[in-house]
């Protein structure tokens, strides 16, 4: 069966795209797995809170670059609020808690959405509405704009981690707790502050990607579990492993939905991380551990 | 355990059974159907506890065993006439046992939240794939069948009353208790249990960890297909809703909330929920899960045992 190169290639540039959002939304989670042990089940719900945020703010204020900042934000505070009163009392004990902490939080506000949002799912307008000829396809130039956005949200987050004083203090954390503690590193602020930029990080990608499908209470589940897929593929805690696998496993998506329906293609992901947790638990795209 | 201590849990023990025996006589309709609900989602939960609070192994699979049991059974009683109460018995558990044994095949090599992860990934598959063979399952729609009799050939036949079902899953859910709190205490039950405790010291005790694990898994996955048949025959249908990741997350909530390690814990943490869930949705009406949300974030925080082992130290003090 041939497919024809324009298809391809189209498939390409979509893979690419989500793979950047994907990414965006992991990279906040692999920073919370990897730093606190902490497994977010709560991720998708900020996701889907920050898009709604966004709507809120686009409606009052009519920008979108003021509604992506006030989202993340205020998604961040709420991530701080979560951290402080579900997740800090659980240090110490069976990282597992945290998975049924936050699979409660994510109940919790998964509804509150569904509440206070109603069941018809909430538009926001681009904000680039311009389009250019891709083969047979008006394609938006908001797409491309949204991968450029999130790498640069990444990058940006990246320079903090590596030169920015919280961001070098979140690494000692890391890399060793106690000894960072030692040293004067305030840790449970230290903690507290990772949570909620990975809370802000999630609440910015739904923003951006809010104008490509509607805003509903239910989008942050698939969204989550993905996450979780991309986290382990790449490698825990590891900000560029993540990146790499988001696009890789969005790409084979995009190539499986050539053949199968969308629906299905999710299917390959879930294969690459069986096969990943199989042969190279450390993860795919890490150098291997010594 | 003392003499004493097994008098009273006997004691216990048939108090509630003639309880439950008697109940479906007494209670109005919607309540006795209530309580046959309980009952299934108690065993689900029942199931789970032999990974989660015997051997230590948190899965979020579950969804899995007890849909696919349920798709199992639909299976038999559509494709027989007249419906076969035993072959939908015998192919639920076949189906949900073979389940188990290919999700236990890979996932029994990883351990912790990673075992987690990659149950809930398989639950995920089976999802899709259900959701997704439309001709086959019937997608999202699900199949409908009929309730069949409950007979043994040549010697007798009564139809399902709301009453003889729910004394047919009782006796069910009782015997499952029976056998497997036998199970948690022999031999097999003490090696998942050192396992939980520590999983290198059993492996250099000379135990083969994996193919404990693994049966362990298939185990508690036959439960959970039973269960699924159970609700099968109550219901009269199946639907890919059953076999969502939430279902398993509540099945572990039920866990939790009852207390861990215990097998009767899951059973009363499923009726404090579904009593929970049914009072406030009078108030919240679909929105339930938000005060429930945080009651159980609240268990998970302050009662690490759940309601039975707050209850127990409670009685000690």
């Known amino acids: 069966m041939g497919i024809p190169l324009d298809q391809l290639l189209i498939q390409t540039i979509n893979g690419i795209v989500t793979g950047m959002i994907l990414a965006l939304v992991a990279s906040g989670l692999t920073l919370i797995f990897g730093i606190m042990d902490v497994v977010n089940f709560a991720h998708g719900e900020l996701f889907m809170l920050g898009a709604y945020v966004g709507v809120l703010t686009l409606a009052a204020t009519g920008n979108f670059w003021i509604a992506l900042v006030v989202s993340t934000l205020v998604i961040a505070l709420l991530g701080a609020f979560i951290y402080l009163t579900t997740l800090r009392p659980l240090i110490g004990r069976d990282p597992l808690t945290t998975i049924l902490a936050t699979f409660g939080v994510s109940l919790v506000l998964q509804n509150y959405a569904l509440w206070q949002f109603g069941p018809v799912a909430r538009k926001i307008q681009e904000p680039i509405t311009g389009h250019f000829q891709l083969f047979y396809l008006d394609y938006p130039y908001y797409r491309l704009a949204i991968a450029a956005l999130a790498a640069a949200i990444i990058g940006g987050l990246w320079l903090f981690l590596k030169f920015g004083t919280y961001g070098i203090w979140i690494r000692a954390t890391t890399q060793d707790r106690v000894m960072a503690q030692a040293m004067g590193i305030p840790v449970p602020w230290v903690l507290t502050a990772v949570f909620a930029i990975g809370s802000g990080m999630a609440a910015a990608s739904g923003v951006l990607f809010g104008p490509l499908v509607g805003v509903n209470s239910q989008m942050g589940t698939s969204w989550v579990l993905r996450a979780f897929i991309v986290v382990v593929v790449g490698g825990m805690g590891s900000l560029s492993g993540s990146i790499a696998a988001a696009i890789f496993i969005s790409l084979l998506e995009a190539y499986a939905s050539l053949w199968v329906s969308p629906a299905q293609a999710v299917i390959v992901s879930f294969v690459v991380l069986i096969l990943t947790l199989l042969f190279r638990p450390t993860g795919l795209f890490v150098p291997t551990p010594k | ?317």
């Open chain 2, 1 to 317: 355990m003392t003499e004493r201590r097994l008098f009273v849990y006997w004691t216990g023990f048939t108090v509630i059974l003639a309880l439950l025996i008697v109940a479906p006589l007494v209670l109005p309709e919607f309540w006795r159907r209530f309580l046959t609900e309980i009952l299934i989602w108690g065993l689900l939960a029942m199931s789970s506890d032999i990974l989660i609070g015997y051997a230590g192994m948190v899965s979020f699979g579950h969804s899995a065993f007890f849909g696919l049991g349920m798709y199992g059974a639909a299976a038999a009683l559509l494709t027989t006439n007249p419906p076969n109460l035993w072959l939908a018995l015998l192919y639920g558990l076949l189906i949900a046992a073979a389940t188990a044994a290919f999700v236990a095949y890979f996932s029994t090599r990883l351990r912790d939240i990673y075992f987690a992860i990659t149950t809930l990934i398989f639950s995920q598959i089976f999802y899709v794939i259900i959701f997704t063979s439309t001709s086959l399952t019937g997608g999202e729609n699900g199949l409908n069948f009929r309730r069949p009799a409950l007979a043994i050939p040549h010697l007798f036949s009564i139809r399902f009353t709301p009453a003889v079902l729910h004394w047919f899953v009782l006796a069910i859910v009782v015997l499952s208790y029976l056998l497997l709190r036998r199970i948690t205490q022999s031999p097999f039950g003490m090696v998942l249990q050192s396992i939980r405790e520590n999983e290198a010291r059993t492996r250099a005790i000379g135990y083969a960890v994996e193919r404990y694990k693994i049966v362990a898994v298939m185990l508690s996955g036959v439960f959970a297909g039973l269960a699924g048949v159970l609700y099968a025959i109550q219901n009269q249908f199946a639907a890919p809703d059953f076999v969502f990741f939430v279902v398993s997350g509540e099945v572990v909530i039920y866990n939790v909330i009852g207390g861990i390690g215990t097998l009767v814990g899951p059973i009363l943490g499923a009726a404090f929920f579904l009593l929970l869930r049914e009072a406030f949705s009078r108030f919240f009406t679909e929105f339930y899960l938000i005060p429930l949300g945080m009651i159980f974030i609240a268990i998970v925080i302050f009662l690490p045992g759940g309601l039975l082992g707050f209850a127990r130290r409670w009685l000690n003090r």
